[in-house]
């Protein structure tokens, strides 16, 4: 497992990047060596803030993310999150049965609750409409007029289906396919 870690508007100490390394080495049990493990520190006014993105070999990219007054608080909410995010995604590839060759290791582990929630997912609502192409612009427009957190549209300039939506800080986010 590679972990980087980078800060934003925080500078990173040797404590900091050793509590992380520390707290997220646990998860190694479950990852693939070569699987890679993006962390980013960021720091707003009392707030401290973590990121992180496990990108394995093959397999559904992983993120959490959480803003503490204490770093080392939200390190460990974080921490919990992958857990939960990996014990549930291994427990899906063993229902199918899936080969050993997956970034997620199946070992069982003395911490994992057997009794674990309910992993079924169940799709309770679908929803079909027509997209005008449309600008990311138009799309934000549209967007806040329906008062929803994203919106999704057909871009003008690519004819792909994109996504654009409200970002906690206030200003939008657009996603594309690559």
Do not use: C, W
Not at 159 to 173: F, L, N, P
Request: aromatic share 6%.
């Amino acid at each position: 497992m590679k972990i980087i870690i980078s800060g934003k508007k925080l500078e990173l100490t040797d404590g900091i990047k050793t509590a992380i390394e520390d707290k997220l080495g646990k998860l190694e049990r479950y990852l693939n060596p070569e699987t890679e493990v993006k962390v980013t520190v960021s720091a707003r006014k009392a707030t401290q803030k973590i990121e992180v993105t496990i990108i394995p070999i093959s397999g559904p990219i992983i993120r959490a993310e959480d803003s503490e007054e204490n770093l080392y608080a939200a390190i460990d909410v974080v921490y919990d999150k992958l857990k939960k995010q990996i014990r549930r995604y291994k427990n899906k590839l063993q229902d199918r049965h899936q080969s050993k060759d997956e970034s997620i290791r199946f070992q069982m582990d003395e911490e994992i609750e057997e009794n674990d929630e309910n992993l079924d997912i169940v799709i309770e609502r679908r929803k079909k409409f027509d997209m005008k192409p449309m600008s990311p612009e138009e799309a934000v427009l549209q967007m806040e007029l329906i008062e929803h957190g994203f919106y999704m549209f057909r871009n003008i300039d690519s004819d792909e289906i994109s996504i654009v939506y409200k970002r906690e800080d206030g200003g939008y986010g657009l996603i594309e396919h690559e």
